[in-house]
């Protein structure tokens, strides 16, 4: 499937634990597979697969489970550059995370298509049900909001 490593970003953004995002994308594999026959319906496929995975996820977010998730950052590593750079981007990347998963739910996903996943505004409308002009106000308010409390943060040394 040309798209999984798409949903499993999706999903990982939305579970944060790589284990259940690991899952997640799994699951909704295993259900395209079985419905592949009336998959020949859908202009697109991999919009399908998206938002599979979108309602997926927040339904086992809702669900008993999710108090069972963990919490794991472990999936950013670099190598080559001195400790002290390697720290300040840890903290970086740590804190965008942070101010994203602070972000409504919304704003989240949109985010993530557009500047993760690389979706044009009319792919992310037709995947989240919404209007193109609505993806852009939630995509800018999103990148403000990111961009306000990183300043914020780096003006004042804490968040």
């Known amino acids: 499937m040309p798209f999984r490593d798409k949903l499993f970003r999706l999903a990982k953004r939305l579970l944060v634990s790589k284990e259940e995002a ?6 909704v594999i295993l259900k395209l597979w079985s419905k592949k026959q009336s998959m020949a ?19 086992r977010l809702k669900s008993k489970q999710a108090s069972n998730l963990k919490l794991v950052h472990s ?11 390697q720290i300040e981007a840890k903290d970086s990347v740590s804190w965008v995370e942070k101010i994203i998963e602070s972000l ?3 704003q989240k996903l949109v985010l993530q298509l557009r500047d993760v996943e ?3 505004l009319s792919e992310i409308g037709e995947m989240l ?3 193109p ?4 106000v939630a995509l800018s308010r999103a990148r403000k909001t990111v961009r306000e409390k990183l300043v914020q943060k780096h003006s004042y040394g804490i968040g």
């Open 118 to 120: 690389e979706y044009d």
């Open 22 to 27: 690991e899952d997640a994308t799994q699951e």
């Open 41 to 59: 319906n859908y202009k697109s496929v991999e919009a399908f697969a998206m938002t599979m995975t979108k309602n997926f996820c927040l339904d």
């Open 75 to 85: 999936n950013y590593q670099e190598k080559g550059s001195e400790l002290q750079s």
């Open 129 to 131: 049900q919404m209007q």
């Open 133 to 136: 002009t609505a993806v852009r």
């Open 104 to 106: 409504p739910e919304q």
